[in-house]
């Protein structure tokens, strides 16, 4: 069964980083596309950014582009999201997941990590 953790959420100030971390189990991390979600408090889960099983393309949300970068590393069975200039509007439980194709779809991601909390104080 595929797991995935995710890590490297926290508390930081608007304008500062954070670089999360999801690490997934077995041997077929490679096979997989992956992505980050995010959920607030009082809202509905929704894309941040995907990245394609080789990295030859990527997906953001408009909210996050130009600040967060998607990147993974297979051979460490690792998935980053690596977030400048953070808002508070940020703030959320983020996600990582995976999927049997490249698409910002949830809808197509069949495992997900159980999050990790990012807050974004203004």
């Known amino acids: 069964q595929v797991q995935l953790v995710e890590s490297g959420g926290g508390l930081v100030q608007a304008g500062g980083s954070l670089r999360l971390s999801c690490t997934v189990s077995?041997?077929?991390?490679?096979?997989?596309?992956m992505g980050w979600f995010r959920q607030a408090p009082g809202k509905e889960r929704g894309f941040v950014a995907d990245?394609?099983?080789?990295?030859?393309?990527?997906d953001y949300a408009d909210s996050v582009k130009g600040r967060f970068r998607i990147s993974r590393d297979n051979a460490k069975n690792t998935l980053y999201l690596q977030m400048d200039s953070l808002k508070p509007e940020d703030t959320a439980v983020y996600y990582c997941?995976?999927?049997?194709?490249?698409?910002?779809?949830?809808?197509?991601?069949?495992?997900w990590g159980r999050g990790t909390q990012v807050t974004v104080s203004s």
């Open positions: 997941a995976a999927a049997g194709k490249f698409t910002p779809n949830p809808e197509a991601y069949n495992y």
């Open positions: 077995g041997r077929t991390f490679g096979g997989y596309t």
């Open positions: 990245i394609s099983r080789t990295s030859w393309a990527s």
